[in-house]
């Protein structure tokens, strides 16, 4: 037997939202009154959500484990969930309860509609600071304009994919992973619900600036040229003011006889120009970094153990490496 729904939470130190999510997200699945399992995947947690997770699934069957022999980040922990997940409709979550599972019926309304991607749109966001509402807004803004697939704006990565769905993003391998893009690139029929996103049930963010600036740059580089194209526009842009400057220094040359141009104005020009090499250079380096991780083809996760469910037919639990 296959379940209807699974339902994906990565889970890195949540030791305090563990039992929460799990109570909640039991009573909303089971008020379905169609078979569901829970995927949970352990991201290297170190303060003990690792051994709560395997009580968990012993206890209750329709659990699944996962459990990564080191941190590999939340895109990838869901990536891994959703290579696991057996159901027909899958919904990805966090595990701070950030995002209520009491939304979950709504998604599935919507798929039951016939939508194959039903994504949550955070209407309000309680209990961030203002620093990340303010850089996430215009991270989406600046996302928007430079892609070419067009991400809706105010979602994360709560939502439900339909198996077709899931199974298209299941193929898609690659390193760098901007899931909520992927899942806007592949298509179907997609459709976005509104919610209230409220505060963190316990513990603190696992996004810090820098994995929050690393997370962007993967959406802008996963889905634009643009970066690359800027050397150009800035190329363009320079040569053309410096050409428009040579006559105007002729001619004050000429006219007042005075040499216009100093020391500082040259060492200005040459910092300037200096600088925007470097960028243009810092540019190609994030894509070629990319495009070295791609050529590497190291596996995007390993797991150390995943534990058995009700859903396994007589399949061996896997240990060890997986080749993914
Ligand atoms: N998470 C993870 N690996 C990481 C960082 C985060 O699996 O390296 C999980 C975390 O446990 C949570 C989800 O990803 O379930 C979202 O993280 P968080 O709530 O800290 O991010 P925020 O909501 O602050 O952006
Ligand atoms: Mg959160």
Not at 129 to 142: E, G, I, Q
Not at 187 to 209: C, D, M, N, W
Not at 226 to 243: D, M
């Amino acid at each position: 037997m296959k379940p209807t729904y699974s339902v994906i939470v990565p889970i890195y130190n949540e030791i305090d939202c563990i039992d929460e999510l799990y109570t909640r997200m039991t009573a909303v699945m089971d008020k379905t009154g169609e078979p569901w399992e829970l995927v949970l995947v352990d991201d290297g947690s170190t303060d003990g959500s690792t051994e709560r997770m395997h009580t968990i699934a012993a206890q209750d069957a329709r659990v699944r484990a996962i459990f990564f022999a080191r941190n590999f980040g939340h895109q990838i922990a869901v990536t891994a969930g959703m290579d696991h997940a057996l159901g027909q409709a899958v919904v990805i979550i966090d595990a701070d309860l950030q995002d209520p599972p009491e939304v979950i019926p709504d998604l599935i309304a919507k798929w039951k509609e016939g939508y194959e991607v039903v994504y949550a749109v955070r209407e309000v966001r309680e209990g961030e600071t203002w620093f990340k509402k303010t850089t996430a807004s215009l991270f989406y803004t600046l996302v928007h304009k430079i892609t070419d697939v067009k991400i809706p704006k105010n979602t994360g990565d709560f939502r439900l994919l339909d198996r077709q769905a899931l199974d298209v993003l299941n193929s898609m391998r690659e390193k760098d992973r901007y899931l909520r893009g992927m899942s806007a690139w592949v298509g179907f029929k997609q459709i976005g619900v509104p919610y209230h996103r409220e505060a963190r049930y316990a513990g603190s963010t696992k996004y810090p600036l820098k994995k929050m600036i690393k997370l962007a740059w993967n959406a802008i580089t996963g889905f634009s040229y643009v970066p690359l194209q800027a050397a150009t526009y800035l190329g363009f842009i320079v040569a053309g003011v410096s050409i428009l400057l040579i006559p105007v220094v002729i001619i004050v040359r000429l006219v007042s006889g005075s040499e216009l141009l100093g020391q500082a104005t040259t060492l200005i020009s040459t910092l300037f120009i200096g600088g925007v090499q470097l960028i243009c250079l810092g540019i190609l380096g994030e894509y070629l970094g990319r495009i070295y991780d791609e050529v590497k083809n190291r596996p995007l996760y390993i797991t150390r153990s995943v534990t058995h469910s009700i859903y396994d037919d007589d399949e061996a639990a896997t240990d060890g490496i997986e080749d993914q």
